[in-house]
C-alpha cells in the first residue's frame, strides 16, 4: 500500500466513532485507529509483543477466538500462517466474512470479524465501550441535512471538537476546501456560525 494510501486508510478509519484495530492473519497489529490506542495504552483488553503481536488478556477470549477461526494454539505464537500486508486492493474487497464472533468485559464488547480476500485473511477488530460518549450518528446527520460525504466528515469533527485547522490536517484537504464545505453546512443546516452549527448537530436526530 502506497504511503498516500495508508494516510488515506488512516483517516477514513480515525472518522469512525468506535475503536477500531486491523491484524494480520496471524494476529499481528497491522492499524489502531485513534480511538483504539487508548485501549492498546491501557493494556485492559489486549497487550502488544515486541513484533507487534495482539495478545488477549482475558484467556476466555483467546479461546473463543481459537474455536471461531480454528486458530491452534501455535498461531497465536509463531508466524505459522501466511502474513499479509494490508494491500488497497485487500481492504477495498468485500471478500468472504466469517460469522463474527462476540466477545465481552465489563462495560466493553469486543466484535472480530474475520475477512477472507483474494490476497489472503485479516482480522477486523471494533471495540464498543459503554462508558464512551455519546456522538452523532454519521448516516443520520447525512440523511438529515441532505450533506456529501466530504461535509459528514467535516460536521462530525467539528461536532467532536475540532477547529477548522484540525480538520485540514485530518481530512488532508487544503483550508480553502475546508472552509468551502464548511459554507456549504452552513446553508444545508441553515446557520451562519460554527457554534450554532455545532450545536444544532449534538440536539439533532443524528444524536438519539
Known sequence: MSGVAQLALANELNQLSTSRLIADSAFRLVF???HAESHLQTGTLFSVTSDYRLVFRHPDHKRQV????????????ENILPSNDLRESNLQSHG?????????SEFTQILIRKVETGRGAYYSIS???????????????????????AETRLALLLAAGSTIADATEK???SRHTVRAHLR??????????????VRKIISGPAMS
Do not use: M, Y
Not at 98 to 104: G, I, K, Q, S
Not at 133 to 142: G, M, S, V
Open 32 to 34: 489502531a485507529n485513534t
Open 66 to 77: 481459537q474455536r471461531a477461526f480454528g486458530i491452534q494454539e501455535k498461531g497465536f505464537k
Open 96 to 104: 468472504s466474512a466469517n460469522a463474527p464472533v462476540v466477545l465481552t
Open 127 to 149: 471495540i464498543f465501550d459503554e462508558r464512551s460518549p455519546k456522538k452523532p450518528d454519521a448516516d443520520i446527520l447525512k440523511a438529515s441535512f441532505g450533506l456529501t460525504n
Open 171 to 173: 481530512l488532508c484537504v
Open 184 to 197: 456549504a453546512l452552513f446553508e444545508k443546516v441553515g446557520v451562519s456560525r460554527q457554534a450554532d452549527l
